[in-house]
Nanobody, 124 residues
Framework: QVQLVESGGGLVQAGGSLTLSCAASGRTFNNYYMAWFRQAPGKEREFLAGITGGGGTTRYAESVKGRFTISRDNAKNTVYLQMNSLKPEDTAVYYC?????????????????WGQGTQVTVSS
């Protein structure tokens, strides 16, 4: 079992950057596939980016490809989401998620652990 705590959200102007962090508890963090999602009001939770346990393979949604970068530091039990060229439509609550031993492809995958979320607001 892993517990996840996101941080780094806030208010930023369009075109700006933010880096989100997700700190995980436990000693087997490197066995977890990690991902970032977001959910805007009235919308479904959207997959943004995922990264394998060793950090060697990443995957991105088309909506953020080229602007967002997922990375992890297993020595710190932390996964990051670097967000550049932010747009007002990026405004949402951002969540990190982890899954032991399996890829995360959507919010409906079984046996996922979630953080509490962090708000990102992009002003125009």
């Amino acid at each position: 079992q892993v517990q996840l705590v996101e941080s780094g959200g806030g208010l930023v102007q369009a075109g700006g950057s933010l880096t989100l962090s997700c700190a995980a508890s436990g000693r087997t963090f490197n066995n977890y596939y990690m991902a970032w999602f977001r959910q805007a009001p009235g919308k479904e939770r959207e997959f943004l980016a995922g990264i394998t346990g060793g950090g060697g393979t990443t995957r991105y949604a088309e909506s953020v490809k080229g602007r967002f970068t997922i990375s992890r530091d297993n020595a710190k039990n932390t996964v990051y989401l670097q967000m550049n060229s932010l747009k007002p439509e990026d405004t949402a609550v951002y969540y990190c998620a982890g899954r032991l031993g399996y890829v995360i492809s959507s919010a409906d995958n079984a046996d996922m652990y979630w953080g509490q979320g962090t708000q990102v607001t992009v002003s125009s």
